[in-house]
């Protein structure tokens, strides 16, 4: 973490992902507060995508933004429970360069207050990968909301003290990210 406080919010470039094989995206409550809380708190949302709960899907969006050099944070709504569809920790954990363990320890002592023993079934956890720092959350608003209000917020605030995750992010290391789209060559063109 950072100990790199400024006086004015230094605002980041975080994408949101639902994982959910339900919901679209006028059904998507719980996307949509992410969204309206992270422009609201000052940082740029640049991308929000809804994909279904497979491990291949989420992984190849998660890659990608871990490498693009214009995406600093990451949170994910969904799939962080124990029905056999949910699968965002399988996905998302081999991707991650350290854990923070904390995280998935305040989340749960916060959501107990609120929902009291059934916390036991999240398994929201998060990481940093790449100096992106990724934060994965339940599908539903409430937990949503408990996870921001309770943790985000304040984390992704470079006015936070006595550390956030802003200053780690910021020297995120430049990549070739757009060779990622080129294409060489194509054999069955010719």
């Known amino acids: 973490m950072s100990t790199e406080l400024t006086n004015e919010l230094k605002p980041l470039n975080i994408a949101i992902l ?14 949509q507060f992410l969204e309206d809380n992270v422009i609201e708190a000052g940082h740029r949302l640049v991308s929000r995508r809804i994909l279904p709960d497979d491990i291949y899907l989420i992984r190849a969006i ?3 933004w871990i490498a693009d050099q214009d995406v600093q944070a990451i949170i994910i709504t969904g799939g962080t429970g124990f029905h056999e569809r949910d699968s965002t920790p399988e996905a998302v954990k081999p991707l991650l360069d350290k854990v923070i363990e904390g995280f998935g320890e305040e989340f749960r002592r916060l959501s107990a207050l609120e929902i009291r023993s059934s916390t036991i079934q999240s398994r929201s956890f998060g990481g940093m990968a790449n100096n992106t720092v990724i934060f994965c959350l339940p599908g539903s608003t409430g937990a949503c909301r408990t996870g921001w209000e309770g943790i985000l917020k304040d984390q992704l605030d470079s006015r936070h003290g006595p550390c956030n995750y802003s200053g780690l992010v910021m020297r995120k290391p430049e990549r070739a990210f757009s060779r990622l789209q080129e294409v060489i060559g194509n054999r069955a063109e010719k």
């Open 18 to 31: 639902t994982v959910s094989d339900t919901r679209g995206f006028e059904q998507d409550t719980s996307g």
């Open 62 to 64: 998660i890659s990608q």
